[in-house]
């Protein structure tokens, strides 16, 4: 048993630990922070070790790990009743120690969410990087009830295997309690017991906002070789055969949020084999898996299905019993094959008609003309000073935001407040409003509407990351396609967008004093880039210098540096203005090579809301957030109508 104090003592670290990950600035050497409680530029909160509490100079408040569970945590008053009490018996369970009130009286931690193992460290609530907020659940059932153990019976699963996994349930339901490698809960998933053909009887819940954990990962003691199924069931089934090491996914073949929130823990395992359903969604599921993880560690159960009783583990366990389970673990798991050789048999077909490799730029002549940008290819823009390269290329990956895709862009002559800036105005479309910046020149801008912010970001915030350009000063900077590449496997980010290459660290890429072999050592290190992790890749390169009676006709020639740079990549694209109407614009395809069609795209360009417009079609498709934003004004003038009140965004 523990007193508050003595908890207090074990989290000492733990409260600096939280404090620098929530602060916007923290400095390790003083172990100063910006204060959590009020808005300041110079850190002046302060920890003091012999108090284990951090004191803010600024405002006066003085926080403990108590007070930071309070306020972080449990979203409780200081003043409330038993307010304390409730934070320590928190801190207790996460702890996995009893807790001693004042005066004597233990409370034994709550033994489902208890961490048996000490010395590891508790988890908190915190936010994801990406400013997601996610749950702390409860067990829905913490007892074991005989139709559970029954039903699972008949699926080839043991009460011994029930109990190793903590899958819990009642008369009716059962619940999958997934928990993290330090045991704490993070998500209960429940299904009606019983086998249903329809999805929607099965009555799958799952914890809203969970962090995603893979089910089984606590159990987990050894780090040479992990085995990952498609759904729990079958991870039991495998543990039946004698497979210790093994998990699954939380959230279904298309979901793969797991890969990020356990790459720490993931990157511990020199092998890792991947069993999903041999159906087409278990096929994504391998193949994205195992390319994020890497395939030089991955291996892959694929094996030819008989019935499709027979598509995952438990039904093989089912059906055909233990044996044949490991007879598929021993003859069916495959490697990726060497690098440099490719059988035809082992060529798969292209669906033109399938659309999941495509990432339209959003504008209709230019998709119209490539059919949609695919994944894999590498994307030139090139054109003058001034005519709109950047605009374009923040326009694009917009549009690829809105089609559910994560973004990554280096901008090299932008700063990062500026893009942003940039990007939001592009993002509200037509809601926007006009404002003075600048009485001395009398200039104005335009701003997205403050309801239309809040909208903007929801989709943004997760889904577009801005290189940080602060670590190109530092001295040993790793390459600036190595950090996208790891934004690429480790959070799922399709396309690229290098804008430009001049100002990048090409350099890097050839021998000193060459800079067309450097930059063409840059552009085969994007080509290879694209189609080793299959992403799409923009890259602005600017165009030759013309001399004095040039051709004012435009071709692949145009582009600057070596000619090397056309014959690389799969697609040139030439932006240029008219001369006589700034409004207008043309996008040249200089080359394309799956589809061999080029041509030029006439564009209105809106300075309002800097956007390219397909002359042919005259207006812009609304993004998924203006829609959005759009429903919520009419619901708040349907609102005014009925009740003559109205209601906020």
Known sequence: MSTAKEMKEMSGDL??????????????KTKEACCLYHSEQTPSFRYHSAKMSFHCFGCGKTMDIFRYIMDFELGISENDKGSFVKAAQWLADRLGVDYE??????????????????????????????????????????????????????RGISEKTITHFGVTGNSKRMWFNIRDEKWVLRNCKGRNLGDFNEKSKRGFTQTKNAKPALFGMNQIKAFEKLYITEGEIDAMSLFECGIANVVSIPAGSSNNGWIETCWSWLEKFKEIVVWGDMDEAGEKFRREACKRLGEERCQYIEYKCPS????????????????????????????????????????????????????????????????DPRLGQTVLVSGREGTGKSTLLSQISLNAVAEGRKVMMYSGEMPAHRVKQWLFCQ??????????????????????????????????????????????????????????????????????????????DFHRYGAPGNQNGQETGFLKALVNLALRLNVLIYVVAHPRKRGAGASTVIDSDEIGGSGNKKNLVQTTLYLHRDEDDESLSYCSVLKNREFGTRGVVKLHFDPRTKQYICARKGVADKYPWVLEYEMKLQEMKEQVKRNGKLGGM
Request: glycine residues 6%; negative net charge; contains cysteine.
């Open 15 to 28: 409260l600096i630990e939280l404090v620098a990950y929530k602060t916007s600035k923290w400095k390790s």
């Open 101 to 154: 009130k004042p005066g004597g009286n233990i409370t034994p931690a709550y033994s489902p969410n208890r961490n048996p193992d000490p010395e590891k460290k508790p988890e908190f609530n915190l936010k994801s990087k990406t400013g997601r907020e996610y749950a702390m659940p409860g067990l829905e059932e913490e007892s074991v009830s005989v139709e559970l153990v029954e039903y699972l019976d008949t």
């Open 308 to 371: 499709p009783d027979l598509k995952d583990a438990n039904g093989v366990l089912m059906k055909a019993g233990v044996k044949k389970v490991t007879d598929i673990l021993e003859k069916y798991c495959r490697r990726y094959p060497i690098e440099g050789g490719i059988y035809m048999s082992d060529i798969q077909d292209v669906d033109d008609t399938d659309y999941s490799q495509n990432i339209p730029t959003g504008i209709y002549g230019i998709d119209e003309m490539l059919i």
């Open 427 to 504: 993002a509200a479309q037509n809601h926007m409003y006009t404002r003075a910046v600048e009485l001395k020149y009398d200039r104005v801008s335009h701003f997205p509407k403050k309801g239309m912010v809040g909208f903007i970001e929801k989709y943004v915030n997760q889904n577009f990351i801005l290189f940080d350009n602060g670590m190109l000063a530092k001295e040993e900077c790793p390459k600036i396609l190595d950090i996208m590449e790891r934004f690429v496997v480790k959070h799922g980010v399709q396309v690229l967008i290098i804008d430009n290459l001049l100002t990048s």
